[in-house]
């Protein structure tokens, strides 16, 4: 939580238990903002009011809680473009990521995509000319995409970052392990020093840096287990142990790299159709966020904020929601045709039968035949329209 001020906080805070709340008294403050217009989507802040101050020249607030936690308060000097803060960080004894990883045991598991809106808090990312900050764009087109993937049946979205703070580097690809995902997308908003630049680029894990991240996991032994899951338990040997982790992590870095440009080049292809692309082919690189040698990775430059046009556009939200449309498309498609084993998808595409289209037929004589709905074929086809030509190969659904 973060108070922006006008001036270095004069500040003293203490906190109190049944229930869990934590005061903070504010000097030279007043009680003029109306906090019930505050947006509050956090699972922890039940809410936040005031409270009779100590003094005629403070303000007390309190941040009531729905369960225990630690507390740190601590304030930061100005960095443009922001001002004094005061900053407030939570952190409670359960383990967060375990919410997140909601596997059911009877049904078929749903394809996980961790989204990473890039930036966020006390890092703008890149500033346009008109003053955009990078950061809300990357949010935007992350909670577009979102929604859309958690629309989908089969597929969930996790988000590294749900609002406007910041989460370090290393943190984002952990977030995205922790919750089991199989797809990692980082939204990015490119810059450069001069105007010109335009157009949309992804890019994907180094062969190089893939290495390098490798033999690190290597020297730190408490990954292998993470690693290895329920077999590290069996094996007791250091060697072999040290052995089939490389092996293991030799055959899921070749999966994560082959998925990583497919979907990549996949994704391109999307954006291809919604605005200019910088790059046609998806680039290797050496970036912090893509360090997961195990999770496939992308990472998309949406555009140059640099660029008074691209600004423009990614200010416009009919421009992010195409540019989270034809990602989303895009994404779909690739685990539609190669889905994740043991996911609902994998299981449907078993039970799934295909249909030749034979002159006057049409796709609602079709759902009839197989007893199915439109919309059910429509998906399973990526038909946005109702017209399917004679020839057409369908997929149909299990009803
Ligand atoms: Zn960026």
């Known amino acids: ?26 000097g030279g403050t007043d009680d003029s903002i109306d906090l019930q217009k505050l947006t509050n989507d956090s699972e922890l802040i039940k809410r936040i009011r005031y409270s009779n101050p100590k003094d005629k020249n403070s303000t007390r607030v309190v941040i009531e809680l729905n369960a225990k936690a630690s507390t740190n308060v601590f304030s930061l000097p100005p960095t443009p473009p922001y001002s004094n803060r005061l900053v407030v960080d939570f952190a409670t004894d359960e383990t967060a990521p375990q919410q997140v990883v909601q596997q059911k045991d009877d ?20 500033i346009g000319s008109a003053g955009t900050y990078e950061k809300d764009i990357t949010l935007s087109i992350v909670r577009k995409l979102e929604a859309m993937i958690n629309a989908e049946p089969g597929m969930k979205a996790i988000l590294t970052r749900k609002g406007d703070y910041y989460v370090s580097l290393n943190k984002r ?11 990692l997308v980082s939204v990015h908003a490119d810059a450069f020093t001069t105007p010109q630049p335009h157009g949309a680029s992804v890019w994907v894990l180094s062969m190089r840096r893939a290495n390098s991240e490798l033999g690190r996991w290597m020297e730190k032994s408490e990954k292998h287990s993470e690693l290895l899951g329920g077999a590290a338990e069996v094996i007791e040997d250091t060697a072999s142990e040290r052995y089939l982790t490389q092996a293991l992590l030799d055959m899921s870095m070749d999966h994560s790299m082959t998925t990583s440009y497919t979907v990549g080049r996949e994704v391109i292809r999307g954006l291809k159709s919604v605005t200019s692309l910088h790059k046609n082919t998806p680039q290797a690189a050496s970036l912090a966020v893509l360090t997961s040698p195990d999770i496939p990775s992308i990472l998309v430059e949406t555009g140059f904020i640099s660029n008074p046009k691209e600004e423009k556009n990614l200010n416009w939200e009919t421009f992010r929601q195409r ?21 609902l998808w994998a299981k449907q ?22 007893n199915v709905d439109v919309s059910q074929i429509k998906a399973a086809n990526n038909l946005n329209g109702d017209m399917v030509r004679i020839g057409q190969v369908l997929t149909i659904p299990s009803s």
């Open 107 to 126: 049904e078929e598991r749903e394809i996980i995509i961790a989204l990473d809106a890039g930036h966020g808090g006390e890092d703008p990312g890149s």
């Open 323 to 343: 540019i989270a449309t034809s990602i989303f498309s895009a994404v779909k498609s690739h685990f539609q045709n190669v889905p994740p084993d043991g996911t």
């Open 349 to 370: 595409r078993k039970t799934n039968r295909t249909h030749k289209v034979r002159s006057g037929e049409s796709l609602s004589l079709l759902a009839q035949r197989y």
């Open 1 to 26: 939580m973060v108070f922006d001020l006008k001036s270095a906080p004069d500040y003293s805070y203490f906190t109190l238990s049944k229930p869990n709340r934590l005061v903070i008294d504010l």
């Open 173 to 183: 690809p952990e977030i995205a392990r922790q919750a089991k995902a199989d797809l």
